[in-house]
């Protein structure tokens, strides 16, 4: 099977820089991938992640160790818009499925 | 572009009713997936469809869960008879895999009371 660990709640201030981790147990890793949800909507695309190292789109970040089974997700000049859920989800090779974190909720306060 | 289409939005039904949940996924996208999402147990996948066959059922609770998918713009997920505990959130998603990359385009979700 597969399992996947992620912080349930995280809070930060508005300016400052946050990180979520994302620890993940599964045969076949192909890649991680991390999605936002804001409370009352729909899971959203933010990064992808095959390969070792950091992917940079804006004020995101994404990085995955494939030897350490890790992965995480940066976001920087955090901002109140910020608040929200992120789940890492891993593909798995031969399958086009996520299987998804439980998800973390990042509370950004002024 | 029109992004994933979910109706209704929001359904309130009594147990032992029928329930049909519909989506339209993303034009041009070959693979569709049926999530529900709920408090205890998070983001679940159900089943999912490429090119417009069961690939992965296995998510599926139980026999009152059924899904199917007649064309490319077209998916159901019904339920029957409902119960109380598929309360939930049930969001459908779409895809076009490229290169092993999978970044899947959800709809707004349908928020489903079963009284």
């Known amino acids: 099977g597969q399992s996947l660990e992620q912080p349930s709640e995280v809070t930060a201030v508005e300016g400052a820089i946050v990180q979520i981790n994302c620890t993940y147990q599964?045969?076949?890793?192909?890649?991680l991938s991390w999605y936002q949800q804001h409370d009352g909507g729909a899971p959203t695309f933010l990064s992808y992640?095959?390969?070792?190292g950091l992917e940079e789109t804006g004020r995101f970040s994404s990085f995955l160790s494939r030897s350490d089974s890790y992965g995480y997700l940066l976001l920087q000049e955090l901002q109140m818009k910020d608040s929200a859920s992120y789940f890492c989800a891993v593909i798995m090779v031969g399958f086009q499925k996520l299987v998804f974190g439980t998800g973390t909720r990042l509370l950004v306060s002024p | 572009d029109a992004g994933v289409i979910q109706s209704p939005r929001h359904e309130v039904t009594e147990m032992g009713q029928e329930v049909t949940l519909r989506c339209k996924p993303i034009?041009?996208?070959?693979?569709l997936f049926w999530y529900r999402q709920t408090m205890m147990r998070g983001l679940e996948l159900l089943i999912y469809f490429n090119n417009n066959v069961p690939i992965d059922d296995s998510g599926m609770p139980e026999d009152r869960f059924s899904a199917k998918m007649p064309n490319a713009s077209f998916s159901t997920l019904k339920i029957q008879p409902s119960e109380p505990r598929d309360s939930a959130v049930y969001f459908c998603?779409?895809?076009?895999?490229?290169?092993?990359?999978?970044?899947?385009?959800f709809g707004p979700g349908t928020r489903l009371l079963v009284l």
């Open positions: 599964t045969s076949g890793f192909y890649g």
């Open positions: 998603a779409s895809s076009q895999p490229r290169g092993g990359e999978e970044t899947q385009y």
């Open positions: 034009s041009g996208h070959n693979s």
């Open positions: 992640n095959a390969l070792d």
